[in-house]
């Protein structure tokens, strides 16, 4: 029935004018409140708080990137002899609106869940008439305006109240909305490319990323052990292949298990990564393992592991557990590098994704090994690995360091680290194109270094002009009654701009729209107001009921002789406005 009713009022929605006025369950439903199991006095329980954002519109995070978005906020009313603990949030969101010039979203669209532990007093006696009330407030948009911020609420009775049918446990979230728009790491990018492309381009993806993991300081030495190791086996070409194949089997067999058991977690794996302390540690320890990169000490794998692989164990079988025994040897390198996707695999919450995503990267990781092993006859020594993989592990040191900051932004205020990583990815790269000593004597690998430290600071270059020279803006005064009549009396036409301080394409439009040197110096002819309607009080409330402001941003015009001339609700982009104020005299 509430399917019934959301896809109704969802088509209504979809053909009728947004309303600034519109009832807070035109886009959020409270579809469901349940308990994990039923209220005993003297134990614990979660309440269980299922939502519906309507399609087409977003509410944002409890963690919006701005402090000027509102945040989504669920708060519950519990009886005497019941505590609600903290809230836990689904995962958020990130979303790129079409109109955005690269700014994203942390937001919340679609199903929600929302998890709230309950602690029963001793002395709690369950029965009819203990009302508990949850109530949402949240901030609702689409990708063109925003309405005012609403609230929804349900009351239920705790005597009546069901149990979810064995639904238990956190509402997994991979990492804090905070932390997800720090930076375009593995896991984001590589979820926006099987958004965006398919599962074939994502998978590809992942096969190439596979193979350049063979470039890390832990995994380039395995090299020379599978060598020697398939060196010793006996057979014809075919034996030695069925051989290799069961080889990079067993790398992949690893690499999956751990993918299937994050998707199976029930959320322990990402709900962890939103504890500030274990942020912190995650931290540290990529800076100890920066620290190895740079010589500061060796990290390698613990001597018995190596002689372990080294070992040569004759059949297919043995082939099989010496490709499990690699996955194991190289993990101390690889293991920041996979991070991103662990996160996006919990995400999803499908062992058979994080199977295959995993199998797939195992392969990449393997294939070079199925060539190796055909020719470990042939080859006598392995060639020295040279400068070339010296200045390869200091690029995974900045590397780390960077996850390093990565981690701490949600632990930092401001988002401090995530305005300071552009600039550190740009210094780094001119320290690695022209000052460190490693990389200079062969001069193929000096001309590529070098490429890179220019393109670094021309980069670096852009993003200090960009921010320093800041485009003109459009200004407005703020909005007044008497100025529109000083308008009319001098003849003067009008561009009023309704927003709020919440309003997201608001914002938008003033870093696009507003700085668009044909709209500033076509709109120099008018008289510019400004009416913020951040604030939901009387003046505001006549101001929209008087012009009929049914979201933010609404742009109106008005020409010469005091009459509207148009009123348009929603993003604007500067080719339309611009053609809209050429036609109004």
């Not at 500033?520 to 951040?534: I, M, S």
Request: net charge neutral; with cysteine.
């Amino acid at each position: 029935m509430i399917a019934i009713v959301t896809v109704i009022l969802a088509i209504a929605a979809a053909g009728a004018p947004r309303a600034w006025a519109a009832s807070p369950g035109q886009v959020v439903f409270i579809k469901s409140v349940t308990l994990e199991r039923p209220l005993q006095p003297g134990a614990s329980s979660a309440l269980m708080v299922d939502a519906l954002v309507l399609a087409g519109w977003h509410i944002n995070s409890n963690h919006p990137l701005s402090d000027d978005y509102i945040a989504t906020d669920l708060r519950v009313s519990v009886p005497n002899g019941i505590t609600a603990g903290a809230v836990k949030y689904p995962e958020a969101k990130e979303l790129k609106l079409d109109f955005s010039g690269g700014g994203k979203l942390s937001v919340f669209g679609g199903s929600i869940a929302f998890e709230v532990p309950l602690a029963v007093a001793s002395d709690f006696s369950a029965g009819p008439g203990h009302n508990l009330t949850v109530t949402i407030d949240y901030q609702p948009c689409n990708d063109n305006l925003c309405l005012k911020p609403a609230s929804v609420s349900s009351t239920v009775d705790l005597g009546t109240l069901a149990a979810s049918d064995g639904r238990c446990g956190a509402v997994a979230s991979a990492i804090a909305s905070d932390a997800e728009h720090a930076g375009d790491d593995a896991g984001e990018a590589l979820a926006r490319v099987f958004d965006k492309h398919g599962n074939i381009l994502g998978f590809l993806v992942v096969l190439l990323g596979g193979l350049a993991l063979n470039l890390t300081p832990c995994v380039y030495p395995l090299i020379g052990v599978t060598i020697a190791y398939f060196g010793r086996q006996g057979g014809g070409p075919r034996n030695v292949l069925v051989l290799a194949v069961c080889y990079v089997m067993g790398i992949a067999l690893m690499f999956s298990a751990v993918g299937v058991a994050v998707a199976l977690s029930g959320g322990i794996f990402g709900a962890a990564l939103q504890n500030p302390y274990v942020l912190t540690a995650i931290a540290a320890t990529m800076l100890v393992l920066a620290a190895s990169c740079f010589g500061v000490f060796t990290l390698q794998p613990p001597q018995f592991m190596m002689r372990w692989a080294g070992a040569a164990r004759p059949g297919y079988a043995g082939s099989m557990l010496m490709g499990l025994g690699m996955g194991v040897v190289a993990a101390p390198c690889i293991g920041p590098i996979v991070l991103g996707l662990l996160l996006m695999v919990e995400r999803s919450r499908s062992p058979v994704f994080g199977f295959a995503l995993f199998f797939t990267l195992a392969i990449g990781l393997g294939l070079p090994y199925i060539g190796l092993a055909m020719a470990a006859g042939s080859i006598k020594n392995l060639p020295r690995s040279g400068e070339w993989l010296a200045w390869v592990e200091r690029l995974f040191g900045f590397v780390l360091i960077g996850l390093a900051t990565y981690f701490l932004d949600p632990v930092l205020p401001n988002h401090l680290m995530s305005r300071i990583l552009p600039y550190y990815g740009a210094l780094a790269a001119i320290y690695l194109g022209f000052f460190t000593a490693v990389g200079r004597n062969w001069r193929p690998f000096l001309v590529f270094r070098s490429a890179v430290g220019v393109a670094a600071v021309l980069a670096l270059i852009y993003m200090t002009i960009a921010r320093g020279s800041a485009p003109r803006m459009l200004e407005f005064e703020a909005f007044n009654p008497a100025l529109l009549d000083s308008a009319a009396s001098k003849g003067k036409p009008v561009l009023v701009d309704f927003s709020a301080d919440w309003c997201i394409p608001c914002r938008e439009m003033e870093h696009s729209t507003f700085v668009d040197p044909s709209v500033v110096k076509e709109a120099a002819r008018f008289v510019r107001l400004r009416a913020n309607l951040t604030a939901q009080d009387t003046a505001n409330e006549a101001l929209i009921s008087k012009y009929e402001i049914q979201g933010v941003p609404t742009t109106m015009l008005i020409d010469s002789r005091g009459r509207v001339f148009e009123r348009k609700v929603g993003y604007i982009d500067a080719k339309e406005l611009l053609a809209d104020l050429h036609r109004v005299d």
